[in-house]
């Protein structure tokens, strides 16, 4: 990063990184709670199981757009010795730095299955759908202004990989074509 070059990590990638862990362990947790009578009964596990699923999607799903609309309107052109982070190393840092979190969360959705079963896997499960579909909106954002959105590296560690978080001034901006993520954060399709 000479001449004044920044790392940047994409915005959607950083997004959906926690997507599949809270999937899988989400699931998981809830399979098991599935085995559990648990205090209040399967049934009610379930049903309630299902309003947290619903509840946590559309929570994580809608949660802070404009402030991500409003980084994206003010996102300067990255610069020609910006460095741009690959999907991976965005995956795997992220990953790395949330996986106590990650673990936090599957032992508490398993001790919840005790008091109501499925519940408390069917919440990190919905969280992860909700990623993703945010992860999609954004996608459908870059594709329409035909940008793809950066955050700088140093700001998404000072948020705790939030990439709309209180130190993020503004995103960078590249072509469409920049980078080994498509839009939405995806990997790109293998070309023939």
Not at 71 to 100: E, F, I, M, P, Y
Not at 144 to 163: H, I, S, T, Y
Not at 168 to 180: L, N
Request: positive net charge.
């Amino acid at each position: 990063m000479s001449r004044g070059g920044q790392g940047l990590a994409r915005v959607a990638v950083v997004v959906r990184a926690g997507a599949a862990p809270m999937w899988w362990l989400g699931v998981f947790a809830a399979g098991i709670g599935m085995l559990v009578p648990g205090l209040t009964g399967r049934r009610i596990g379930v049903l309630a199981g299902a309003a947290l699923f619903i509840v946590g999607m559309a929570v994580v799903a809608w949660a802070r757009r404009k402030r991500y609309v409003a980084l994206a309107h003010s996102a300067a052109r990255a610069g020609k010795h910006d460095v741009l982070q690959d999907r991976d190393v965005t995956v795997r840092n992220w990953r790395r730095g949330h996986r106590w979190w990650l673990l936090l969360a599957f032992l508490a959705a398993l001790g919840s299955a005790f008091a109501v079963p499925v519940a408390g896997g069917a919440l990190p499960a919905g969280c992860a759908v909700g990623l993703w579909l945010k992860a999609a909106w954004l996608g459908r954002r870059e594709r329409a202004g035909e940008a793809l959105l950066w955050v700088r590296v140093d700001w998404l560690a000072a948020n705790g990989g939030r990439p709309a978080g209180k130190t993020v001034k503004a995103y960078r901006s590249t072509g469409i074509a920049a980078g080994d993520a498509a839009p939405g954060g995806a990997r790109r399709a293998a070309l023939a």
